[in-house]
């Protein structure tokens, strides 16, 4: 499986004057692909804010790559390339790619790992809403029932999820089975069952889905993958940011 190490130096400062800072824990580069393009090591992944400042001016991109036995395949440093142009409101999140000419090329990328860590300016603060904040692409997804956390998982209405990412659902009340499907993918939950299923293949989930409130409830973590979307969780403000 592919494993992200995310390096982060400090902690997550709450700022209302613009000051540079490290990377903190609310903001962050999930990579999402390493792979040698043309003898070039590619390394593609989304800069990230899932915090409750406006985060920008990225500087001093420090990318360290290894392969699947833990072996370092390149070390790089970046800086500006647009880098300084990017600009992130609460929920937001920018795909980036980075290039890295004279890495190792005898390697096994089958497994890989990667850490980042980057100097960012915080801006002002915002004022958000309480409880769990789920944004899509940056657009934040109102829902008529409350996301709740269970067991650390997060769980939100089915229909508002499926809507938003493009996916058309059907519910099956004699079975209480869930089924939506996008693109290629099928994805099936049945109420309170661990087991879920994705086009057709077992899939264990750390929490079932459940009905609140006369909605169905999915774990989000487990659609979000399904659907080869990045999700990444902010747990001071309780932010999801879901990113294609």
Excluded at 111 to 135: I, M, N, T
Excluded at 140 to 149: G, H, L, R, S
Aim: hydrophobic share 40%; with cysteine; glycine share 10%.
């Amino acid at each position: 499986m592919k494993k992200l190490l995310a390096l982060f130096v400090a902690v997550c400062m709450v700022l209302c004057l613009p000051m540079a800072s490290y990377a903190a824990a609310c903001t962050g580069f999930h990579t999402t692909s390493v792979k040698f393009v043309d003898g070039v090591l590619r390394v593609e992944g989304w800069f990230y804010n899932v915090g409750n400042t406006t985060e920008g001016n990225f500087t001093d991109v420090v990318m360290r790559v290894f392969d699947k036995n833990n072996t370092l395949v390149s070390q790089a440093v970046f800086n500006d390339g647009g880098l300084r142009s990017i600009n992130l409101l609460p929920g937001q999140g920018k795909k980036w790619a980075f290039s890295i000419t004279g890495a190792k090329t005898n390697v096994d990328l089958s497994q890989w790992s990667v850490e980042c860590s980057f100097v960012s300016k915080s801006y002002s603060s915002h004022k958000l809403e309480q409880g769990v904040k789920v944004y899509y692409n940056g657009n934040k997804i109102n829902f008529d029932v409350a996301p709740i956390i269970e067991n650390g998982r997060t769980l939100v209405p089915i229909g508002a999820i499926f809507n938003t990412m493009g996916a058309t659902a059907k519910w099956d009340g004699a079975t209480k089975t869930a089924t939506a499907k996008r693109g290629n993918t099928e994805i099936k939950l049945v109420i309170g069952d661990t087991t879920a299923y994705v086009n057709g293949q077992k899939v264990t989930l750390d929490v079932p889905a459940k009905i609140v409130n006369g909605r169905t409830l999915v774990p989000l973590g487990f659609v979000s993958k399904a659907f080869g979307c990045t999700a990444v969780w902010g747990s001071d403000d309780k932010i999801v940011g879901i990113f294609e």
